[in-house]
């Protein structure tokens, strides 16, 4: 222990960005599982980069100009597939990470799509709704035919919603003819429901997150009630993950998100506290019965379960040691970095990686762009039974590579998604 925190605090470089962080645990796998070096080198880059600028007229008549990106990583498994975020710290070099985890990601839930990921550089918070959907419809516009239903298929994200989704569906199907209009529906998921939306959709991603942790706590002969669990970020990830927790009995004790990090050692009620954020902005400082706490503490709460659902690289070399749950289970993409994952797993500290914990997100955007394309209405019960089914199944093949190669859960995803991939280039060959 001792020994690897000295070596990691030597390290002379600057913090590691995303990017780096997952060529890392790339290069980490594709050595493991002897990855054919011609297809290496095809995964260990990007199909497409697009950067964006556009300009956009303010509810005072002044003219903004904005910076959008979306990077298509790969296609070889089908269709790109990603979200859009709405985000200040977005710059291409973490668009990219995030569409080449998409690709592993999807690869790894065995759908048809490929990777690639997106957004706005910008705060929201600092917009109208109706500049929103200004600065939505025309970044919408600019990206004309590079994104599509059967090319490219954007959806939330951070700071991203149903809402948009809508906004983008219909400002991209009013460029088609009206005879083509009703077959491009599926150019976006996560739409709202009366648009051709998925219900159960809002939830998929954190019901998933759900998901591997009672998988993996009944692998373990652990029961949920009364364990205590920590999550940060309270958006549409970090809560649904909670409201499925509590139902099964766990405590939520302490939360953190962009405005600030409250505790409360004999529980946070997961409803009252959804409640009280939307009256406060998304806030969830002031709540009461908490206690507001400095926010480089949150990461050391007691707690059994710890759940990163906001940005990535969270976790570090400087808090990883601070952690006393025994399960991190990864709601956000890239929350742990190389370093920090290093140090968590020498302590006997378990983690659902990324693309296998909150992949049900993607899942559930499989069922809605199916549900459109086939022009059909599935139910909630049978659309989360769906997401339950899948996720299992990853979930156990995941495990049953990590137990045949005794290596962690995170490189037993992976060399599950990266073979999937190998396979398909060495059946398919190199054009040309």
Known sequence: MTTLVKELKQKKQAKQGMLENVMEQFNQVSNLVNLNPNIKKILSVTNNELIIHFPVRMDNGEVEIFKGYRVQHNNALGPYKGGLRYHPTIDIDAVKALAMWMTWKTSLAGLPYGGAKGGIQMDPTKYSNSELERITRRFTYALGDNIGPEHDIPAPDVNTDAQTMAWIADTYMSTKAPSERSRNQHVVTGKPIGSGGLEGRDRATGYGVYLTIKFWAELKSIKLKDKTFIVQGFGNVGYWAAHFLEKDGAKLVGVQDAFGTIVNNQGLSVENLLAYSKKNKGSIVGFPSSKNIEKEDFFGLNCDICIPAALGNQITEENALKIKAFLVAEGANGPTTVGAEKILLER?????????????????????????????????????GRINKKMREVFIKVLNVKESRKIDMRSAAYVLAIERLERTYTQRGVFP
């Not at 006997?348 to 394309?373: A, H, K, M």
């Open 348 to 384: 006997g500290v378990t983690i659902i990686p990324d693309i296998l914990c909150n992949s049900g997100g993607v899942t559930g955007s499989y069922f809605e762009w199916l549900q459109n394309r086939n022009g059909e209405l599935w139910e909630l019960n049978e659309i989360m």
